[in-house]
C-alpha cells in the first residue's frame, strides 16, 4: 500500500526509524452528493510534546485503529509527523492500488496542503483510472480545520457537509477532505486522470458569493476593509473546465513581520 507522509524536520538530527513516530490518519468514509463522491478524513492530533502524554481517548472522527503505540508507563511520546496510507475505497478488504506519483510538487497554502493521488479502476493493468483530490492540514494530516469544498451557484456559496458511515459504524456528519475528480473540457469530453497534482486557478469573490468579482467592493460601505473571500478553480492537465472548486482559508490576524515577508 501506497502512502503520504509529513514528518517533522527538527534539524538536529533526530531520526524516523519506524511508522510507530508518526501518527496515522485515513480517509474514514465517502458520500455521494449530486453525482460527485466526496471523503471524510480523520482529524487525529500528533503528539508533539518532548513531554510524554496520557493517551486522548478514542472517538469517531479518530478511532481506536488509529491510536499510537504506548510506552511501558501506558504514555504516548513525542511524535515526528504523520502518515496516511492511501485508500480511498474505505469498503474495500484489499489493496485497491491508489498511488501518489505526482512529478509536480504538492499546493500548501495558508496550512491547507492540496495533492492529487492516481487510483486504477478494475484491472490495475488495464489502463482505466482516477484521481482523487485531498485538502490536509499539513502539520497533522488531519481533516483541516475550515470548509473547503463548497457548493456554488452563479450568486452563492454554502460550505458543504457530508454524512458517512465509517468501518467501525460510526455515523459522522463533517465537511469533506477529498473529492473524486472527473475532469471535463470546454468542449464536453472527458479527460483522462493523470494523478498530477493539480494546476489552480485562483480568484476572488465578495463575501458569501461564488464566482469572480473585480477590485471593487460590494456592498461599499466607506471606511470599512473590503474583504473578499479567495477560491481555487482545480484544472486537469490538459486545459479542462473547473473540476473542482476549492475555498481557501483565512490566513486570520498576521504579525507585521509576517506582512513583510
Known amino acids: 500500500m501506497n502512502s503520504f507522509y509529513g514528518v517533522w524536520d527538527k534539524d538536529d538530527g533526530t531520526r524516523v526509524t519506524s511508522r510507530e513516530k508518526l501518527q496515522r490518519q485515513a ?10 463522491e466526496y471523503g471524510v478524513q480523520s482529524d487525529c492530533m500528533p503528539q508533539y510534546s518532548s513531554t510524554p ?26 511524535q515526528l509527523g504523520w502518515v496516511m496510507d492511501l485508500k480511498n475505497n474505505v469498503s474495500s478488504t484489499s489493496n485497491i492500488g491508489e498511488r501518489y506519483i505526482s512529478s509536480a510538487l504538492p499546493v500548501l497554502e495558508s496550512g491547507l496542503l492540496v495533492f492529487v493521488t492516481l487510483t ?15 485538502g490536509l492540514n499539513y502539520l497533522t494530516g488531519g481533516a483541516y480545520s475550515q470548509p473547503i469544498f463548497y457548493t456554488t451557484s452563479a450568486t452563492t456559496a454554502s460550505a458543504l457537509s457530508v454524512t458517512i458511515t465509517t468501518s467501525g459504524g460510526a455515523s459522522v456528519t463533517s465537511p469533506p477532505s ?6 471535463v473540457t470546454p468542449s464536453g469530453s472527458t479527460e483522462a486522470a493523470t494523478g498530477q ?12 458569493k461564488s464566482m469572480p468579482t ?24 490538459a486545459g479542462s473546465s473547473c473540476t473542482a472548486r476549492i475555498k481557501l482559508p483565512s490566513p486570520g490576524t498576521i504579525s507585521w ?3 513583510q515577508q
Not at 480517509?27 to 460527485?36: F, Q, S, V
Not at 473585480?214 to 492537465?237: E, H, I, M, Q
Open 27 to 36: 480517509l474514514l468514509g465517502t458520500a455521494t452528493i449530486n453525482g460527485t
Open 178 to 183: 477529498a473529492q473524486k475528480l472527473v475532469h
Open 120 to 134: 486504477p479502476t478494475g484491472d490495475v493493468c488495464g489502463g482505466n483510472s482516477y484521481d482523487y483530490l485531498y
Open 257 to 259: 513581520r509576517q506582512v
Open 214 to 237: 473585480g477590485t471593487g467592493c460590494t456592498p461599499f460601505v466607506k471606511g470599512r476593509y473590503c474583504a473578499k473571500d479567495k477560491y481555487g478553480c482545480v484544472l486537469g492537465s
Open 197 to 208: 497534482n493539480p494546476r489552480i486557478v485562483y480568484y476572488s469573490a465578495d463575501k458569501g
Open 53 to 78: 502524554k496520557d493517551p486522548v481517548a478514542a472517538r469517531s472522527t479518530c478511532p481506536s485503529s488509529l491510536a499510537p503505540s504506548l510506552n511501558a508507563a501506558g504514555k504516548v511520546e513525542q
